[in-house]
Nanobody, 125 residues
Framework: QVQLVESGGGVVLPGESLRLTCAPS????????MAWFRQAPGKGREFVAS????????IYQASVKGRFTISRDGAKNTAYLHMNRLKPDDTAIYYC??????????????????WGQGTQVTVSS
């Protein structure tokens, strides 16, 4: 079974940038909707951003719109999350997910079938 692998997390200062990558553990020819969720200490998992299977539709949580950009490489079925102007409130474990759903909304975690193990992002001065 193909798994998702996240990378790119780390510790940065407020205002700095990071790029997260989510890639399948082995090559796959199928294209799925892909998304990033995050979970801060003591809080539930929340939607961050999503990109649909062909890359034409992207959706963002309001608090990251204008600072984060989600993109994908269709040939590799890999998703990226470019995070700029990071804030301490962005500190969380970031998870990527993919799914082949045809109904439901992109920001609903229940619609996604496969998840990565998560990568820690810490924004602190």
């Amino acid at each position: 079974q193909v798994q998702l692998v996240e990378s790119g997390g780390g510790v940065v200062l407020p205002g700095e940038s990071l790029r997260l990558t989510c890639a399948p553990s082995e090559p796959t020819t199928q294209s799925y909707h892909m998304a990033w969720f995050r979970q801060a200490p003591g809080k539930g998992r929340e939607f961050v951003a999503s990109v649909n299977w062909n890359g034409y539709t992207t959706i963002y949580q309001a608090s990251v719109k204008g600072r984060f950009t989600i993109s994908r490489d269709g040939a590799k079925n890999t998703a990226y999350l470019h995070m700029n102007r990071l804030k301490p409130d962005d500190t969380a474990i970031y998870y990527c997910a993919d799914g082949a759903f045809t109904t439901g909304t992109y920001d609903n975690a229940a619609n996604y079938d496969f998840w990565g193990q998560g990568t820690q992002v810490t924004v602190s001065s």
